[in-house]
């Protein structure tokens, strides 16, 4: 299975503080996506790491990427209250546009 | 630019029923993907179609099921007869060419009493 699964399943913390998500998946790669879900809503892009990376940079968040472990990261800085919300990775194992997911990580960032 | 539009945004059925999801990708796009989620099983990928053609379907879950797309501007999930282990959340979501990012609706919440 590609499937990516998220871990911690879900996760409380504070405003300011830095909030780490890991996702780890069976098959070789093309690329990894990380998408959010706000409550209610469809899933929102935010960054694409293709398998030749190593790691990833947009605004606040920062995503890594380990082949070798088959494992990614990511990483929001200075979190917000505006970041509560489910986030879901997705590996792209191939030519085809199929993503599998896993169940998320829900976030929670208290004011 | 208008992101992928899906209609209706909520339909409460009763059993039996024929249910009809839509779905208008963001032009230019030539795949489309329709999603079912739900807390048990997450997201699941029912069906996607590369320009117009169905090319994986295998996560249609029975007859019951079928999905449509007679232009590159619409799209549509169809469940008939629809049962109550049906409800969900169904997403549609559209992407360019290439295995990058997908663009999704808002989704159609599902209720079948």
């Known amino acids: 299975s590609q499937q990516g699964e998220e871990d911690p399943q879900a996760l409380s913390i504070q405003e300011g503080e830095n909030a780490t998500m890991n996702c780890s998946y069976k098959?070789?790669?093309?690329?990894l996506q990380w998408y959010r879900q706000n409550s209610g809503r469809g899933l929102v892009h935010l960054i694409l790491?293709?398998?030749n990376e190593r790691e990833k940079h947009s605004g606040r968040l920062r995503v890594t990427l380990d082949t070798s472990k088959k494992s990614s990261s990511l990483l929001i800085t200075a979190s917000r209250a505006a970041d509560t919300a489910s986030y879901f990775c997705?590996?792209?194992?191939?030519?085809?546009?199929?993503?599998?997911w896993g169940l998320g990580t829900s976030l929670a960032v208290n004011p | 630019d208008a992101g992928v539009i899906q209609s209706p945004r909520h339909e409460v059925t009763e059993m039996g029923q024929e249910v009809t999801l839509r779905c208008k990708p963001i032009?230019?796009?030539?795949?489309l993907f329709w999603y079912r989620q739900t807390m048990m099983r997450g997201l699941e990928l029912l069906i996607y179609?590369?320009?117009?053609?169905?090319?994986?379907d295998s996560g249609m879950p029975e007859d019951r099921f079928s999905a449509k797309m007679p232009n590159a501007s619409f799209s549509t999930l169809k469940i008939q007869p629809s049962e109550p282990r049906d409800s969900a959340v169904y997403f549609c979501?559209?992407?360019?060419?290439?295995?990058?990012?997908?663009?999704f609706g808002d989704g159609t919440r599902l209720s079948i009493l």
């Open positions: 979501a559209s992407s360019p060419t290439g295995p990058g990012p997908q663009h």
């Open positions: 032009s230019g796009h030539n795949s």
């Open positions: 179609f590369n320009n117009n053609v169905p090319i994986d």
């Open positions: 098959t070789s790669i093309n690329n």
């Open positions: 790491i293709r398998s």
């Open positions: 997705a590996p792209n194992a191939g030519n085809n546009r199929k993503l599998i």
